[in-house]
């Protein structure tokens, strides 16, 4: 679902390009916009933009990570050395993978600079599936990656999270434009209903910020366990909204939206390492 060839590095890459060099279309579209809307309505829709783009960029990584590629755990590979061009030594690390049901193949890392490793270890080496379901013997891993994947794609889903709840509260506060109409007042039960349910979301939220920090086991655990708490709090508050029937329906998508992301983070973040 990714680009083929597409590594880690060209989705931060592609992530780089569109945090910074996003800000000039979604400024052009503030322009265009600010004729209609009003000045502060247009630099929401602009910012709510920009926020969908870090998104998408995080979801791409997110798809890289959990359905276009595999972490493998392959034994110890064999090295093979060669002499390059210019006369310094480089070797090839081949790793052997049998599979139940299909013929031997290999994972082959070419050209690496230096002498062979005195004692290889076995390692977990990241392949794409397409590859793995293709018929050739010699397969390629995708280049190591530096750091974690999962907390990049984490970073700019935050970006893109900011985007969007910062983008929505502009609009929200923005004043000028044609008034809306009034929608009429809910029945008292759903009023106060919706007003408890709200209330459980911004616990729900607050907890979801200060709970990893006490949560026993890695950090990774942490970090899931506020991911989905913080989903737990948009679905409270689209509840909330439609209870006490003050959601307008952008509002509603941007709650969906951003629920969503989160637990599709969460997710990457058990699955996708």
Same mark, same amino acid.
């Given at each position: 679902?990714?680009?083929?060839?597409?590594? /880690?590095?060209?989705?931060?890459?592609?992530?780089?390009?569109?945090?910074?060099?996003?800000?000039?279309?979604?400024?052009?579209?503030?322009?265009?916009?600010?004729?209609?809307?009003?000045?502060?309505?247009?630099?929401?829709?602009?910012?709510?933009?920009?926020?969908?783009?870090?998104?998408?960029?995080?979801?791409?990584?997110?798809?890289?990570?959990?359905?276009?590629?595999?972490?493998?755990?392959?034994?110890?590979?064999?090295?093979?050395?060669?002499?390059?061009?210019?006369?310094?030594?480089?070797?090839? /690390?081949?790793?052997?993978?049998?599979?139940?049901?299909?013929?031997?193949?290999?994972?082959?890392?070419?050209?690496?600079?230096?002498?062979?490793?005195?004692?290889?270890?076995?390692?977990?080496?990241?392949?794409?599936?397409?590859?793995?379901?293709?018929?050739?013997?010699? /397969?390629?891993?995708?280049?190591?990656?530096?750091?974690?994947?999962?907390?990049?794609?984490?970073?700019?889903?935050?970006?893109?999270?900011?985007?969007?709840?910062?983008?929505?509260? #502009?609009?929200?506060?923005?004043?000028?434009?044609?008034?809306?109409?009034?929608?009429?007042?809910?029945?008292? #039960?759903?009023?106060?209903?919706?007003?408890?349910?709200?209330?459980?979301?911004?616990?729900?939220?607050?907890?979801?910020?200060?709970?990893?920090?006490?949560?026993?086991?890695?950090?990774?655990?942490?970090?899931?366990?506020?991911?989905?708490?913080?989903?737990?709090?948009?679905?409270?508050?689209?509840?909330?909204?439609?209870?006490?029937?003050?959601?307008?329906?952008?509002?509603?998508?941007?709650?969906?939206?951003?629920?969503?992301?989160?637990?599709?983070?969460?997710?990457?973040?058990?699955?996708?390492?």
């Amino acid at each position: 679902m990714t680009p083929a060839g597409w590594s /880690l590095e060209q989705f931060v890459l592609l992530g780089a390009a569109w945090m910074f060099g996003g800000l000039l279309p979604a400024g052009a579209l503030a322009l265009g916009l600010r004729r209609w809307v009003g000045r502060d309505r247009s630099l929401g829709v602009a910012m709510i933009v920009w926020g969908l783009g870090n998104l998408a960029v995080a979801a791409l990584i997110g798809l890289y990570l959990r359905v276009d590629t595999v972490m493998l755990t392959l034994p110890a590979p064999r090295c093979e050395a060669a002499a390059a061009a210019q006369g310094g030594p480089v070797h090839t /690390l081949v790793w052997p993978l049998r599979r139940a049901g299909e013929p031997a193949r290999e994972v082959v890392l070419q050209g690496q600079p230096g002498e062979c490793p005195l004692a290889p270890q076995a390692e977990r080496l990241r392949v794409r599936r397409a590859a793995l379901a293709g018929g050739e013997r010699l /397969l390629t891993p995708e280049p190591g990656d530096d750091n974690d994947p999962a907390l990049v794609m984490l970073a700019w889903g935050g970006f893109g999270l900011f985007g969007l709840l910062f983008g929505s509260a #502009w609009l929200a506060n923005a004043g000028g434009g044609r008034a809306a109409a009034t929608p009429p007042p809910p029945a008292g #039960w759903r009023g106060s209903i919706g007003a408890l349910i709200a209330q459980l979301g911004g616990l729900l939220l607050l907890a979801a910020v200060v709970t990893p920090f006490f949560l026993p086991g890695s950090t990774m655990r942490g970090l899931q366990f506020g991911l989905r708490g913080a989903a737990a709090a948009m679905a409270c508050f689209l509840l909330a909204n439609l209870l006490r029937g003050s959601g307008h329906p952008a509002r509603l998508l941007l709650l969906v939206v951003a629920g969503g992301a989160l637990l599709g983070m969460a997710d990457v973040l058990q699955h996708g390492r």
